[in-house]
């Protein structure tokens, strides 16, 4: 029987490759070959697998497929007779949602390569980014008005009600405070010094206004389809948007990103829907909220309760245990101390009861708790904003029809890269479980999502090591571990943490309140003292942190931040030449420049 030759071992590979839709070409005991067998079944796709090492003539066969596939290693996929590649480049394509494209027919026309559901920053961010790689995208925006009716316009929560009128708010804020300290810089301001809510409100809103036209105008020039209308899922690639007449319109698309992220809690008490607001409310408010209950601790409370006191008005914070969960406990308590000595009244630990409108009286609303003692406690408001945490928005969009997984507990999706259980459904943005919830963090992470799925791309987005800034009347700025954390992880004999009181030299002057501004670096010892939790608690929080964000991505330790100059007279400067460590007991508190 005459040999057989190279190019009989080349037909047969070509006659697996052509017969069978996905064809693997593995050895049994390879694990990079296991992997790409359980993806395929997790997919429930059908493939045929031939085991070179037990093939007869195994050699010889995986000769004839190197040389098909230009690579000798296993495994090695082809479907529809088109080579793919080996582990990685399945797992690539995988995660790119190019392996969904190859295994579905390509009769199959849909009418959009993305549709993002969700108008925010992270899915502004992913839509442009898709269209300028020359993808047919569209947007999907809808806001559900708030129980006493308001709503917006395109940009999500941090545009309309989030971070861009709360600034602007605590700007007011400050400017109110620089008046009171600009008399012992010399300033002869005459006359009572008066805030007018109203014409704070109109130009905060106006500017928000503009900022709506400029993303239309932004997708328009893109040629990103808007669609001002509620997605929610038929089945796998195909939606209906509902506008607010009720109007329903099919649309299909090859990948989908869900990036609707969150809107504010209630409590499960009466009244509270129907009397209270929420800061989705607040911003807009045709007239000052007056006397105002704040319920809650989170940063959102803070915040808001932070610049209604600086605005004149009468402020109550009620807590039900800690403020700022999450964050460094230290810092967050520093905060609280501050806070309080400004004149905001504080109960805690105290949970709300019921909400009942007044029909007449000096105030409007009345609210009864109860202290953790038992103690109940009545009061009377003009507002009572609720800030007690918030839930994504992933109940109503049909998430069930299509399988994708989300934690019944608090409405978040798992994701891995930002792709969910369903290969060809992403999130990003506040909805993902385990992740920051900061508009940059999901602009970032949309953009790069786009560039792996429409450009080759394989970077992904850097979930560590993400600055922060609370703007409560003494801001704050973190990044990394909280004191906390840090000990938790790594505990306490491998952890040192330095700190020191800051006096602001501007502060100097006007006499305010020495020792107030504080700041630490939390160092691991075994690394040669990396720093690893950076915290600021002083003026212009936001601007002190943002650059030393850099220092942690890129592992500065102890000794780096020791070699730094410090710009002098800044409040900065003090984080190179910081001495006092926690665990020696020495004072902090700052006499002087």
């Excluded at 299909?252 to 990036?259: E, G, P």
């Excluded at 507002?383 to 029809?401: H, P, Q, S, Y």
């Excluded at 934690?407 to 891995?416: H, I, L, M, T």
């Amino acid at each position: 029987m005459p040999p057989i030759s190279d190019e009989d071992w080349a037909s047969a590979i070509e006659e697996y490759v052509n017969k069978n839709k996905v064809m693997i070409f593995s050895k049994s005991f390879c694990p990079y070959c296991t992997k790409v067998k359980e993806l395929f079944n997790s997919l429930n796709v059908e493939y045929y697998c031939l085991e070179l090492d037990k093939t007869d003539n195994g050699p010889q066969m995986q000769r004839a497929m190197a040389a098909k596939a230009g690579k000798s290693s296993v495994p090695q996929v082809f479907i529809e007779g088109q080579h793919l590649g080996g582990c990685d480049d399945t797992m690539a394509a995988h995660s790119s949602g190019k392996l969904l494209e190859l295994l579905n027919p390509e009769s199959e026309k849909y009418d959009y390569d993305l549709i993002v559901i969700g108008g925010g920053s992270g899915g502004l961010s992913a839509s442009k980014e898709s269209a300028r790689l020359g993808k047919k995208v569209a947007v999907l925006d809808f806001v559900t008005p708030t129980p006493i009716g308001t709503t917006w316009g395109l940009g999500g929560t941090c545009v309309n009600v989030g971070c861009i009128p709360k600034k602007l708010m605590h700007q007011a804020a400050l400017l109110g405070q620089a008046i009171k300290d600009s008399k012992n810089y010399g300033w002869n301001i005459s006359g009572a010094v008066e805030h007018n809510w109203a014409v704070m409100r109109e130009n905060i809103q106006n500017h928000i206004g503009s900022l709506n036209w400029n993303y239309k105008v932004q997708l328009r020039t893109e040629q990103v389809k808007y669609v001002n209308a509620y997605g929610q899922f038929i089945d796998d690639h195909h939606i209906k948007a509902v506008d607010k007449k009720g109007k329903e319109t099919p649309m299909s698309s090859r990948h989908f990103i869900i990036a609707t992220g969150e809107r504010p809690r209630y409590p499960d008490i009466e009244g509270a829907k129907e009397y209270g607001i929420t800061s989705d409310d607040l911003f807009s408010l045709e007239n000052s909220p007056g006397k105002t209950l704040v319920i809650g601790a989170s940063y959102v409370a803070l915040e808001c309760a932070g610049f209604l006191s600086a605005l004149g008005l009468d402020v109550t914070i009620m807590v039900r245990s800690i403020l700022l969960r999450g964050f460094d406990q230290d810092m967050a308590e520093r905060i609280g101390e501050y806070m309080a000595k400004e004149g905001i009244k504080f109960i805690r630990p105290c949970v709300p009861q019921k909400v009942e409108k007044l029909e007449s009286g000096e105030h409007k609303l009345r609210v009864y708790a109860k202290m953790q003692s038992g103690e109940e406690i009545i009061g009377e408001y003009d507002t009572v904003l609720f800030a007690i945490g918030r839930n994504a928005c992933t109940d109503n969009i049909g998430l069930d029809k299509v399988g994708v997984k989300v934690n019944s507990s608090n409405g978040k999706v798992p994701v891995e890269n930002e792709q969910t259980n369903v290969p060809h459904i992403y999130a990003i943005g506040d909805i993902l479980e385990g992740k920051p919830e900061l508009t940059p963090v999901a602009i970032e992470a949309g953009s790069l999502l786009a560039k792996r799925l429409y450009a080759n791309s394989n970077v992904q987005c850097d979930y560590t090591f993400i600055p922060t800034t609370v703007f409560t009347p003494l801001e704050y700025g973190c990044i990394g571990f909280s004191e906390e954390k840090a000990l938790e992880t790594y505990g306490a004999e491998n952890i040192e943490v330095y700190h020191s009181n800051i006096m602001p030299l501007e502060w100097t002057v006007p006499k305010r309140e020495a020792n107030a501004c504080y700041c630490k670096l939390i160092c691991l010892i075994p690394e040669n003292e990396r720093v690893i939790g950076f915290h600021y608690l002083g003026p212009n929080a936001g601007e002190v942190t943002q650059g030393f964000s850099l220092g942690l991505k890129k592992g500065a330790t102890k000794a780096d931040f020791d070699a730094m100059i410090g710009i002098h007279p800044t409040c900065a400067e003090i984080f190179s030449t910081l001495t006092v460590t926690k665990s020696s007991g020495k004072s902090t508190l700052q006499a002087g420049c």
